[in-house]
Protein backbone atom coordinates (compact mmCIF):
# COMPACT_ATOMS: atom_id res chain seq x y z
CA UNK A 1 0.00 0.00 0.00
CA UNK A 2 0.63 3.77 -0.03
CA UNK A 3 -0.03 6.76 1.47
CA UNK A 4 -0.42 9.96 0.13
CA UNK A 5 -0.19 13.63 1.62
CA UNK A 6 -0.78 16.62 -0.95
CA UNK A 7 0.41 19.96 0.33
CA UNK A 8 0.97 23.44 -1.68
CA UNK A 9 -3.13 24.70 -2.25
CA UNK A 10 -3.81 27.62 -1.03
CA UNK A 11 -5.64 30.88 -2.76
CA UNK A 12 -4.48 32.83 -5.71
CA UNK A 13 -5.59 35.12 -8.42
CA UNK A 14 -6.60 34.52 -11.97
CA UNK A 15 -3.70 34.43 -14.08
CA UNK A 16 -1.00 33.53 -10.84
CA UNK A 17 0.49 30.01 -10.30
CA UNK A 18 0.67 27.57 -7.79
CA UNK A 19 2.84 24.15 -7.07
CA UNK A 20 0.97 21.46 -6.02
CA UNK A 21 2.62 18.55 -4.13
CA UNK A 22 1.93 14.91 -3.18
CA UNK A 23 4.24 13.36 -1.01
CA UNK A 24 3.94 9.45 -0.71
CA UNK A 25 5.02 6.53 1.48
CA UNK A 26 4.93 2.59 2.33
CA UNK A 27 5.41 0.48 -0.93
CA UNK A 28 7.91 1.67 -3.74
CA UNK A 29 6.82 5.21 -5.11
CA UNK A 30 7.71 3.69 -8.42
CA UNK A 31 5.46 0.62 -8.66
CA UNK A 32 2.30 3.42 -9.02
CA UNK A 33 0.98 5.35 -11.70
CA UNK A 34 0.16 8.72 -10.30
CA UNK A 35 -2.92 10.93 -11.07
CA UNK A 36 -4.40 13.90 -10.00
CA UNK A 37 -8.09 14.96 -9.91
CA UNK A 38 -10.17 17.80 -8.58
CA UNK A 39 -13.77 18.16 -6.83
CA UNK A 40 -15.43 21.52 -7.09
CA UNK A 41 -18.25 22.13 -4.76
CA UNK A 42 -21.61 20.05 -6.25
CA UNK A 43 -19.61 18.80 -8.96
CA UNK A 44 -17.87 15.24 -9.53
CA UNK A 45 -14.85 14.53 -9.22
CA UNK A 46 -12.63 14.95 -12.68
CA UNK A 47 -9.51 14.11 -13.64
CA UNK A 48 -6.65 16.97 -14.19
CA UNK A 49 -3.69 14.85 -15.23
CA UNK A 50 -1.43 11.57 -14.98
CA UNK A 51 2.12 10.42 -15.15
CA UNK A 52 3.06 6.60 -16.02
CA UNK A 53 5.87 5.38 -13.04
CA UNK A 54 8.63 6.42 -14.77
CA UNK A 55 7.51 9.63 -16.22
CA UNK A 56 7.68 8.95 -19.55
CA UNK A 57 4.01 9.25 -19.97
CA UNK A 58 1.91 11.74 -19.20
CA UNK A 59 -1.79 12.97 -19.72
CA UNK A 60 -3.76 16.05 -19.30
CA UNK A 61 -7.26 17.10 -19.55
CA UNK A 62 -8.23 19.30 -22.24
CA UNK A 63 -9.43 21.99 -19.79
CA UNK A 64 -5.94 22.14 -18.32
CA UNK A 65 -3.41 21.04 -21.15
CA UNK A 66 -1.01 23.80 -21.70
CA UNK A 67 -1.30 25.08 -18.42
CA UNK A 68 -0.52 22.63 -15.95
CA UNK A 69 2.34 20.16 -16.15
CA UNK A 70 2.81 16.50 -13.98
CA UNK A 71 6.32 15.50 -13.17
CA UNK A 72 7.24 13.20 -10.66
CA UNK A 73 10.78 12.93 -8.40
CA UNK A 74 10.83 8.92 -7.90
CA UNK A 75 14.03 9.51 -5.73
CA UNK A 76 12.25 11.79 -3.52
CA UNK A 77 8.45 10.04 -3.29
CA UNK A 78 6.66 13.06 -4.51
CA UNK A 79 4.42 13.98 -7.08
CA UNK A 80 3.83 17.29 -8.39
CA UNK A 81 1.40 19.26 -10.73
CA UNK A 82 2.40 23.13 -11.86
CA UNK A 83 -0.46 25.35 -12.32
CA UNK A 84 0.06 27.88 -14.30
CA UNK A 85 -2.58 30.92 -15.84
CA UNK A 86 -5.18 29.74 -13.41
CA UNK A 87 -8.96 30.78 -13.88
CA UNK A 88 -11.58 30.82 -11.60
CA UNK A 89 -12.75 27.63 -13.22
CA UNK A 90 -10.03 26.03 -11.60
CA UNK A 91 -11.04 26.22 -7.79
CA UNK A 92 -11.76 22.97 -6.35
CA UNK A 93 -9.82 20.53 -4.25
CA UNK A 94 -7.20 18.90 -5.62
CA UNK A 95 -6.45 14.99 -4.68
CA UNK A 96 -3.64 13.13 -6.07
CA UNK A 97 -3.64 9.31 -6.73
CA UNK A 98 -2.16 6.55 -7.29
CA UNK A 99 -2.61 3.02 -9.18
CA UNK A 100 -0.46 -0.17 -9.93
CA UNK A 101 2.22 0.76 -12.73
CA UNK A 102 0.28 -1.88 -14.61
CA UNK A 103 -2.73 0.03 -15.25
CA UNK A 104 -1.85 2.81 -17.95
CA UNK A 105 -4.47 3.02 -20.91
CA UNK A 106 -2.82 4.51 -24.18
CA UNK A 107 -6.22 5.41 -24.88
CA UNK A 108 -8.01 7.17 -22.09
CA UNK A 109 -7.56 8.67 -18.41
CA UNK A 110 -8.02 6.08 -15.79
CA UNK A 111 -11.70 6.86 -14.52
CA UNK A 112 -11.69 7.96 -9.97
CA UNK A 113 -12.73 4.60 -9.02
CA UNK A 114 -10.10 2.84 -10.58
CA UNK A 115 -7.14 4.12 -8.23
CA UNK A 116 -7.47 2.49 -5.06
CA UNK A 117 -5.27 5.26 -3.32
CA UNK A 118 -6.10 8.80 -2.77
CA UNK A 119 -4.27 11.63 -0.33
CA UNK A 120 -6.37 13.79 1.94
CA UNK A 121 -6.86 16.82 -1.09
CA UNK A 122 -5.90 20.44 -0.89
CA UNK A 123 -7.78 23.48 -1.52
CA UNK A 124 -7.10 25.71 -4.15
CA UNK A 125 -8.95 29.10 -4.51
CA UNK A 126 -8.37 30.91 -8.05
CA UNK A 127 -10.55 34.57 -7.19
CA UNK A 128 -11.10 36.66 -10.06
Known amino acids: QVQLVESGGGSVQAGGSLRLSCAAS????????MGWFRQAPGKEREFVAA????????RYADSVRGRFTISRDNAKNTVHLHMNSLRPEDTAVYYC?????????????????????WGQGTQVTVSS
Open 97 to 117: AAVDWSRWSSTRPLAPNEYPY
Open 51 to 58: INWSGSST
Open 26 to 33: GRTFSGYN
